[in-house]
């Protein structure tokens, strides 16, 4: 006769059901502040000052989105937002590409210095350059200029470091027997080197877009109270001091959930990217 044993579950798959439940905590926390704004943008002023909080709104309406427009000039501050973030994140990514070239496949006199010099200024305080950076703009004429928020950005120490890690494991016998084949350097670059590190260049742009578009500090001390070249992030602080005792706590968040819009979409688009580089710096270690 057999024995029969008990069923007992496999230690792993307990540990796997615990890491599940933790993930899933953490990914309710990190989305309830965007589901919380979404729902608010919803509710009417009435709603929204109801105590305990209404978490789903009894009547959800559109009202705030079309009101967000009458407060603010809507669609100015999204081209002026979309500019300054595509200009400036198509150039962190071509110059971060070269520079990180030439740093990682390279050889010439100061390359390890200079490279040290770079990393050392990710290390300053935004704050610090600041005044540096606006007496620069000033002299260039490129104050309350949408130019002068997109000048300064061009270049990014940390988007060189990120492609230089990535470039040096690009094989050099790949680029050598471009060269051989008489590639130049700009198609060796753009045609070998850059599909190579498509996952990098794509949590770069993630990163510079994200950064620049929800930059406050640099685009308001250069643009100097010129509203007509205000982004959108700066527009919306008018409708802080246009909500009065919560009752248009509404406007305020429907403005909020426009402009975290466009992050959000290009991080759909690029989240397959953006995970593959993280993983793969997992893998290197």
Do not use: C
């Not at 500019?83 to 962190?92: C, D, H, M, P």
């Amino acid at each position: 006769m057999s024995s029969m044993r008990p069923y007992r579950r496999h230690p792993r798959t307990w540990r796997r059901g615990a890491l599940t439940v933790v993930i899933l905590a953490i990914a309710v926390a990190a989305a309830f502040p965007l589901v919380w704004m979404v729902l608010s943008s919803l509710k009417t002023p009435e709603e929204s000052m109801q105590v305990p909080p209404v978490w789903w709104p009894g009547s959800p309406n559109l009202n705030a989105f079309t009101e967000v427009a009458g407060v603010v000039n809507l669609g100015r501050s999204f081209v002026n937002s979309a500019f300054i973030a595509l200009v400036t994140t198509v150039a962190i990514v071509v110059t971060s590409l070269m520079a990180g070239y030439a740093f990682a496949k390279y050889r010439f006199k100061g390359r390890d210095w200079l490279f040290a010099v770079l990393i050392a200024t990710m290390f300053l305080p935004p704050i610090v350059t600041l005044i540096p950076l606006y007496r620069l703009t000033g002299y260039l004429g490129l104050n309350a200029n949408l130019l002068g928020v997109v000048v300064p950005n061009l270049a990014n120490a940390f988007g060189i470091f990120l492609m230089r890690q990535y470039i040096k494991g690009v094989p050099d016998d790949l680029i050598d027997a471009a060269r051989v084949d008489g590639a130049s350097e700009f198609l060796i670059l753009f045609k070998i080197v850059a599909p190579s590190v498509l996952p990098a260049i794509a949590a770069l742009t993630l990163f510079a877009f994200v950064y620049h578009w929800n930059s406050y500090l640099w685009p308001l001390t250069v643009l100097q109270g010129n509203t007509d070249q205000y982004p959108i992030v700066i527009s919306l602080s008018r409708l802080l001091s246009y909500n009065r005792g919560a009752m248009n706590t509404g406007l305020v968040m429907a403005g909020a959930t426009l402009a975290v819009l466009p992050p959000v979409i290009l991080f759909v688009f690029l989240q397959r990217f953006f995970v593959d580089s993280i993983v793969a710096t997992g893998v290197k270690g």
